[in-house]
Each structure stands twice: as structure tokens, then as C-alpha cells.
């Protein structure tokens, strides 16, 4: 099990902007491909942006140019800066683990998840 604690939510006006993070256990940004994925009010779990092992960074078109994910390996953290945030940003935003074992098996952990509330 890989336990993911997401932080750094909250309220923000649009425009404005928010950094959230997600602290992993040691080891875990050498082995699984990160994500953030959000989930507003009566919508299904989308994907954000992500970051696999030794690979470029992916985004959803609804966030490119805005938001931005990065890793500390240092910090063992996983990073999404959102800037100019839009009303429609609004969701819980879920942390990711994800890795493809070699029987095919998938192994998936998501974070509690962090409330973002962006007001007009």
C-alpha cells in the first residue's frame, strides 16, 4: 500500500492561484508515474496532468498553459502550481500513483484528495 496526503487547497478567486502537494513515501517517485486527477460535483474523475518515470509531462487541454506539475525527489512531493484559475477549476483534486507490474498487473493509489473552490 502507498499512502498519498495531498495539501494546499482552499479557496481562491479567479485569477488567482494555488499550489498543491502531494508528499510519498521514499522511493516511490522511482517507481510509479504520478498524477493529479480532479472530480467536481456530479462529474465523473478526469485527469489533470501527469508526470511518468524518466518522461515529459502530459496536461489535459482544459489546463494547459496554466497549470503546471513538477517533482522534489528530494522532498519526496509531487507539485501542481494552478494558476489563473477558472470557476470550472473547481473540484477535489486527487494525487495519483500509478505503476504497471510485469504480469500486467496495475497497481493504483490515489491520495484523500484536497477541495479547490475558485469564485467568480
Known amino acids: 500500500q502507498v499512502q498519498l496526503v495531498e495539501a494546499g487547497g482552499g479557496f481562491v478567486q479567479a485569477g488567482g492561484s494555488l499550489r498543491l502537494s502531494c508528499a510519498v513515501p521514499g522511493s516511490v517517485l522511482n517507481v510509479y508515474d504520478m498524477g493529479w486527477y480532479r472530480q467536481a460535483p456530479g462529474k465523473q474523475r478526469e485527469s489533470v496532468a501527469s508526470?511518468?518515470?524518466?518522461?515529459?509531462?502530459n496536461y489535459a487541454d482544459y489546463v494547459k498553459g496554466r497549470f503546471t506539475i513538477a517533482t522534489d525527489n528530494a522532498k519526496n512531493t509531487v507539485y501542481l502550481q494552478m494558476n489563473s484559475l477558472k470557476p470550472e477549476d473547481t473540484a477535489v483534486y486527487y494525487c495519483?500513483?500509478?505503476?504497471?507490474?510485469?504480469?500486467?498487473?496495475?497497481?493504483?493509489?490515489w491520495g484523500q484528495g484536497t477541495q479547490v473552490t475558485v469564485s467568480s
Open positions: 495519483n500513483a500509478r505503476r504497471i507490474l510485469r504480469d500486467r498487473t496495475v497497481q493504483n493509489y
Open positions: 508526470i511518468p518515470r524518466g518522461g515529459a509531462t
